[in-house]
């Protein structure tokens, strides 16, 4: 991990398309802004974790709504 020091207006360059400007500090908390080309994602990583929660938790029901679909037709026959 590179870890540099940066003041308010000052960037940082990521190869030639991504651009990040620090744009306040206040109370310790840091408000950065993030120039980059449409096609690149950029997320929020606690929204990633959700989002890969809520696939899990729809997953599982998932099966469990196929298992007793299955054992819906089994006891049917």
Known sequence: MLI???KIDEKIKIGDDIEIVIVDINKGQVKIG?????????????????????????????EIEKINALTKVINEN
């Open 34 to 62: 993030i120039n980059a080309p449409k096609n690149v994602p950029i997320f929020r990583e606690e929204l990633i974790e959700n989002i890969k929660n809520e696939n899990k938790k729809a997953n599982k029901e998932i």
């Open 4 to 6: 540099i020091s940066r």
